[in-house]
């Protein structure tokens, strides 16, 4: 299979912790990409990061990219009830097709 | 960004049955996709569909089982056809962001279940 793996799969904490989200893939890439699914709904962008960036922010996300080790992690600071949703990573090869593959996701539950 | 909605929002189907989906986008788009996601896991790719040209499908789906449609820019119907107990998914459509993004902007998605 194509698809990426991230961990944990599952992830519980409390607001105000920061959580972390990590994701595995398998082929070289342009860029990787961060989506928000709320309760089994459309997927919202959170932010992309190119092949040839190390680290990038946005707000309360940070997101690292290891090539070498074809990995990312994403990072919520400070995290809100709100924040509770799934995330996935997705990967755009370098074939010149606008194809998306999607990581396994993380289930994020942040308590109040 | 652009805005889609897709109809039906949810549906519950016999077995044997087809379902069409259909995906508005409010902007004109070339690239459009369709993507499954079984319970409780990720979205797969079932194909992409430009306009004026036939959908192209990802190894595992056939345009018999969904065959896709894509009238215009702005809309596009995916077909569940002779369902199963195991087509039970949510099914997305999704748009390129625009020239110089790679982005995708995801539809609000369709439930269904087939009983």
């Known amino acids: 299979s194509q698809q990426g793996e991230e961990d944990p799969q599952a992830l519980s904490i409390q607001e105000g912790e920061n959580a972390t989200m990590n994701c595995s893939y398998k082929t070289s890439i342009n860029n990787l990409q961060w989506y928000r699914q709320n309760s089994g709904r459309g997927l919202v962008h959170l932010i992309l990061i190119r092949s040839n960036e190390r680290e990038k922010h946005s707000g309360r996300l940070r997101v690292t990219l290891d090539t070498s080790k074809k990995s990312s992690s994403l990072l919520i600071t400070a995290s809100r009830a709100a924040d509770t949703a799934s995330y996935f990573c997705?990967?755009?090869?370098?074939?010149?097709?606008?194809?998306?593959?999607f990581g396994t996701g993380t289930r994020l539950l942040v308590s109040p | 960004s652009a805005v889609i909605s897709q109809k039906p929002s949810r549906d519950i189907c016999q077995r044997g049955t087809s379902l069409t989906i259909q995906c508005q986008v409010d902007?004109?788009?070339?690239?459009m996709f369709w993507y499954r996601q079984q319970p409780g896991q990720s979205l797969t790719l079932i194909a992409t569909?430009?306009?004026?040209?036939?959908?192209?499908?990802e190894s595992g789906f056939v345009i018999d089982k969904f065959p896709i449609s894509r009238p215009n820019l702005t809309f596009s119907t995916l077909t569940v056809s002779n369902m199963s107990p195991e087509d039970s998914s949510i099914y997305l459509c999704?748009?390129?962001?625009?020239?110089?993004?790679?982005?995708?902007?995801f539809g609000p998605g369709t439930r269904l279940t087939v009983l």
């Open positions: 902007s004109q788009v070339t690239m």
């Open positions: 997705a990967t755009l090869a370098n074939t010149g097709f606008q194809k998306l593959v």
């Open positions: 999704s748009v390129a962001g625009g020239e110089g993004t790679d982005t995708q902007y």
């Open positions: 569909a430009n306009q004026g040209s036939e959908a192209t499908y």
